[in-house]
């Protein structure tokens, strides 16, 4: 699976968008980009996916760009619930010969305040 | 509650000793993933079983690790004679034989090992 870069820790105010970035410029052609978070304490949730096409879900909208060498997870009006820490993951889909078991970098911890 | 259930929430143990653990996957989900997760890291892949079938094994998991899914529903992981740095959080998580779909995580079992 192709290595995700992404910000160790972000701050986002109560009610406005958070966007969380990701680089993965080794990303290949069947590698799609998924996102997790995990709430303290708690086993990670996910969140979305996608291949090259932006997607939006009720959680999330993910912006994927042109070249497919990076990626924004925007939370469109981030609440206090959202603090967490945020993984970008790319990998293949399921079902094509492999696991696809989930590899987990760091995160990005995102603290929403008041 | 029909999500990943996990037995026990938190064990102590003492070095040497045996520990096992219990996933309760969601009842139609084929897949099941066991992830292990230190203080400030993302969870690290450990085995996977497709039904009853171990399909996939991390070099992370020693001979002193074992996982089983009898009869492809819970599945129960052990460790025996615990070292200090077994203490971590052991994730279980499932997913439906689906592409695309994402893994479901448990709450996790908190392993410490005095």
């Known amino acids: 699976d192709a290595k995700t870069t992404q910000p160790p820790s972000m701050d986002c105010a109560e009610g406005r968008a958070a966007n969380l970035p990701c680089n993965h410029s080794?990303?290949?052609?069947?590698?799609?980009v998924y996102w997790y978070r995990q709430i303290h304490s708690q086993g990670p949730q996910y969140i979305i996916h996608?291949?090259?096409n932006n997607e939006t879900n009720e959680m999330a909208s993910l912006i994927i760009t042109e070249d497919r060498k990076s990626s924004t997870l925007i939370l469109p009006h981030a609440t206090l619930r959202d603090t967490a820490v945020y993984y970008c993951?790319?990998?293949?889909?399921?079902?094509?010969?492999?696991?696809?078991?989930?590899?987990f970098g760091t995160g990005t911890r995102l603290q929403v305040t008041l | 509650d029909t999500g990943v259930s996990q037995n026990p929430r938190h064990k102590i143990t003492k070095r040497g000793q045996n520990v096992t653990f219990r996933c309760d996957p969601i009842?139609?989900?084929?897949?099941l993933y066991w992830y292990r997760q230190t203080l400030g890291q993302g969870p690290e892949f450990l085995t996977y079983?497709?039904?009853?079938?171990?399909?996939?094994k991390s070099r992370l998991l020693s001979d002193r690790f074992s996982a089983e899914r009898p009869k492809g529903s819970f599945s129960t992981l052990e460790i025996q004679r615990t070292e200090q740095g077994d203490s971590a959080m052991y994730l279980c998580?499932?997913?439906?034989?689906?592409?695309?779909?994402?893994?479901?995580f448990g709450p996790g079992t908190r392993l410490t090992v005095l």
């Open positions: 993951i790319v990998r293949v889909p399921q079902d094509t010969g492999t696991a696809s078991k989930l590899t």
């Open positions: 080794t990303i290949s052609g069947n590698e799609y």
């Open positions: 996608g291949l090259k």
């Open positions: 009842s139609e989900h084929n897949r």
């Open positions: 079983f497709q039904n009853e079938a171990q399909l996939e």
């Open positions: 998580a499932s997913s439906p034989k689906v592409v695309f779909n994402e893994q479901f």
